[in-house]
């Protein structure tokens, strides 16, 4: 069965920084689109980042440009997330998907989610 991992979440003070990560089970990214995105309570979910482990390039929202970093290391079979100046705002659920294409609007396969919770 083909899965992902997302891992890293937990409770950070605010202005702090925080690095997820998300692998593979039973495949290999190689070549895939990684997708990072949130949900918060009551609120719709939207997207931190794209990366395309093709060529390492990342397409971030405008709305987070600067603040979330995507990574990924020398196996390109995990990807990070890292976001830095947490605020309570981002309290939220985070995922990572795979998907096909370059804004990775349409994501094949999802990761479970990994909770962050920002106290102020």
């Known amino acids: 069965e083909v899965q992902l991992q997302a891992s890293g979440g937990g409770l950070v003070q605010a202005g702090g920084s925080l690095r997820l990560s998300c692998a593979p089970s039973?495949?290999?990214?190689?070549?895939?689109?990684i997708g990072w995105f949130r949900q918060a309570p009551g609120k719709d979910r939207e997207g931190l980042s794209c990366?395309?482990?093709?060529?390492?390039?990342?397409y971030y929202p405008y709305s987070f440009k600067g603040r979330v970093t995507s990574s990924t290391d020398s196996t390109k079979n995990t990807v990070y997330l890292e976001i830095d100046n947490l605020k309570p705002e981002d309290t939220a659920v985070y995922y990572c998907?795979?998907?096909?294409?370059?804004?990775?609007?349409?994501?094949?396969?999802w990761g479970q989610g990994t909770q962050v919770t920002v106290s102020s």
């Open positions: 998907a795979a998907a096909q294409e370059i804004h990775c609007t349409r994501p094949w396969l």
């Open positions: 039973g495949f290999a990214f190689r070549g895939a689109y």
């Open positions: 990366m395309n482990l093709h060529d390492g390039s990342t």
